[in-house]
Nanobody
Framework: QVQLQESGGGLVQAGGSLRLSCAAS????????VGWFRQVPGKEREFVAA????????YYAESVSGRFTISRDIAKKKVDLQMNSLKPEDTAVYYC??????????????????WGQGTQVTVSS
């Protein structure tokens, strides 16, 4: 069993940066693929970024590619999402999710087994 907790959300002006963290308790987190998703009320959940277990292959949604970076800190058992050049349309609740997997990343939320509670990111114009 893995428990996930997001942190780092907040209010920032357009063009600014935030760093979200997804901390895990329980098993060795490096063997888990992790994804970040976001959701705006009334809209479907949207894939943002993912990192595979072990090897650390990353993948990004086109809307955030070049602005966001997903990374893993094995010792601290967390996965971060560095968000730069933020836009008002990035405003959402951001969730991290995890799935035991040593070789793949996943972009479909239904593939993940564990989810955090979410953290609000608000970008003002």
């Amino acid at each position: 069993q893995v428990q996930l907790q997001e942190s780092g959300g907040g209010l920032v002006q357009a063009g600014g940066s935030l760093r979200l963290s997804c901390a895990a308790s329980g098993r060795t987190f490096s063997n888990y693929a992790v994804g970040w998703f976001r959701q705006v009320p009334g809209k479907e959940r949207e894939f943002v970024a993912a990192i595979s277990g072990r090897g650390g292959t990353t993948y990004y949604a086109e809307s955030v590619s070049g602005r966001f970076t997903i990374s893993r800190d094995i010792a601290k058992k967390k996965v971060d999402l560095q968000m730069n050049s933020l836009k008002p349309e990035d405003t959402a609740v951001y969730y991290c999710a995890a799935k035991y997997s040593t070789g793949s990343y996943y972009v479909d939320g239904s593939d993940y087994d564990y989810w955090g509670q979410g953290t609000q990111v608000t970008v003002s114009s």
